[in-house]
């Protein structure tokens, strides 16, 4: 279906879809939202572009997860009392260190070195990916959370629909989709590859344009 297609298309359903009532208008909507996001979803998960192109893959991901550091220590916050932590993967700065929490569920988390009360131990033996133990291997598929319908939200109105992300999941979700450059910690910036989440695909113009004519069709045969 071509643009010219959708253009003739859009002036033959408006009028049509205007004679109906708002509850109908709305019901038409919600097929269409649930629709769409079943085929972002697995769009997604096939890990493509709307175009069909491949999600560029990452650079080195696994060789990366697979070396693992551990650092412990006494850590004092202003008015707390001194406190043991422990992080893994980590990376240090003049003046912080940087790494995962083991104990505070495997979250990414910044350490400034001034308030470092004692280092416990520098253990640079490899060790098992924060969350994984006991687990097989996680699937290296990327936005597998972001394809969840728990993030990947509709709404459906008599006026539309829509689906998309909400929130801080839609600030991630659009350095994702436009590849935009953004910090991964304080000090250290990432430049993200253009990997589209949303995007209608010839199917989805193809479908939704199906789901109008059979809606319209019952109807105005009703």
Not at 62 to 78: D, V
Request: hydrophobic share 30%; no cysteine.
């Amino acid at each position: 279906m071509t643009t010219d297609d959708l253009e003739i298309l859009e002036e033959w359903v408006q009028p049509l879809i205007e004679e109906l009532e708002p509850s109908a208008r709305k019901n038409l909507s919600r097929q269409i939202a649930l629709a769409l996001r079943k085929s972002q979803q697995q769009r997604i998960r096939q890990q493509k572009n709307p175009d069909g192109s491949a999600y560029q893959a990452r650079v080195g991901k696994k060789q990366t997860r697979r070396a693992r550091k551990r650092l412990r220590f006494i850590y004092e916050k202003p008015g707390h009392e001194p406190e043991e932590r422990e992080i893994v993967n980590w990376i240090q700065t003049p003046q912080t260190y940087f790494g995962y929490d083991e104990r505070k569920g495997g979250d990414l988390r910044t350490f400034l070195k001034r308030r470092v009360v004692r280092v416990i131990e520098r253990d640079l033996t490899p060790v098992a990916r924060p969350g994984a133990r006991g687990k097989r291997s996680p699937d290296n598929r990327m936005f597998q959370k972001l394809a969840t319908a728990r993030y990947l939200k509709m709404n459906a109105t008599a006026d539309g629909a829509s689906v998309g992300y909400e929130g801080r999941i839609a600030h991630i979700a659009r350095i994702h989709q436009e590849g935009q450059t953004a910090p991964v910690n304080p000090y250290v910036r990432h430049d993200y590859p253009e990997r589209e989440l949303l995007g209608a695909t010839p199917d989805d113009i193809e479908m939704i344009h199906d789901m109008l004519v059979r809606h319209l069709g019952s109807d105005m045969d009703g």
